[in-house]
């Protein structure tokens, strides 16, 4: 394997790794929100994830100028838009439904950039893709679908996310990928705060250690940590490698709420599981030539 191959298959790795942390997003943030409003939660958790990081990667953050900043800022503000659209549909949709509607991440990104680059994906990442999105829908859907405006909510969530994942691939090659993936924090951190002053009450502080634990994970853990792996993960593999790969995050939802939860996992989840990871591997899988890629 050359070196762009290793290169590929450590990005595949931070993203996967990356994909497995997001996985207790659900359970936590749902945990949480007993404590805080929603706009409150996402100014903390993403100011605290922030102030980490520039803690620990300070020097780095001179190279900072003005092209840094509004990439950071756009891809900020996709992120906050999904996270929105996430939450409300959540709201009004079943978890089931909108595990689903967000693993369309997988089918969005290729179909941008056929839009953007007249780029048709291949027939190896055609295969990847129909093959994942099989899996999580048996792990994820039962009964008859119908479309509500929750799962609508899900489907604009997992657009955005798309464009955040397509456009930190494309902005990565630019900048230093971990002041790039950390910096674009700060503004949803900003838009939370705002919102939160505007729309809810008060703004306040977990109240329990296990509030306090809870929004840690999700800022350290899901903000700092995932954020930066994702970056790098995208600055040496492709955003259609990446998306498949998150398009599993449904199954290590699964395996954290049964972990943490005791939810019960069926014959026909654990069916949809090997499925999804076949899906993946076709995408991580080294191919032969480039035509295959």
Request: include cysteine; charge should be positive.
């Amino acid at each position: 394997m050359d070196k762009k191959g290793k290169e590929a298959l450590a990005g595949d790795a931070m993203m996967l790794g990356a994909t497995m942390i997001f996985g207790a997003i659900t359970i936590f943030s749902k945990q949480i929100l007993a404590e805080l409003e929603i706009f409150n939660m996402v100014a903390l958790r993403f100011l605290i994830a922030f102030a980490a990081c520039f803690i620990v990667f300070r020097r780095r953050y001179r190279s900072v100028d003005k092209e840094t900043t509004l990439h950071a800022a756009t891809l900020g503000t996709f992120l906050f838009v999904s996270y929105l659209c996430m939450v409300i549909g959540c709201k009004y949709t079943t978890a089931s439904n909108a595990g689903f509607m967000m693993s369309l991440v997988a089918f969005f990104t290729p179909l941008i950039v056929w839009a953007q680059e007249r780029k048709a994906p291949s027939l190896r990442q055609t295969s990847s893709i129909l093959i994942t999105l099989i899996g999580v829908g048996l792990m994820c859907l039962s009964g008859s679908l119908t479309l509500n405006k929750g799962d609508a909510a899900c489907i604009l969530s997992a657009l955005f996310y798309s464009l955040q994942m397509l456009y930190t691939e494309r902005y990565a090659e630019k900048h230093d990928h971990v002041v790039l993936g950390t910096f674009q924090l700060i503004f949803v951190a900003a838009y939370g705060l705002v919102l939160s002053l505007l729309l809810e009450d008060s703004f306040r502080l977990p109240a329990s250690p296990a509030g306090w634990w809870q929004l840690m994970y999700l800022a350290l853990g899901c903000g700092a940590l995932g954020f930066i792996l994702q970056t790098t993960a995208e600055k040496l593999s492709s955003a259609g490698h990446s998306t498949v790969i998150y398009a599993s995050q449904p199954v290590f939802v699964a395996v954290f709420s049964y972990l943490m939860l005791g939810e019960s996992i069926s014959v026909r989840q654990i069916i949809g599981i090997i499925i999804v990871f076949a899906g993946v591997l076709i995408t991580v899988k080294p191919a032969k030539d480039a035509s295959e890629a």
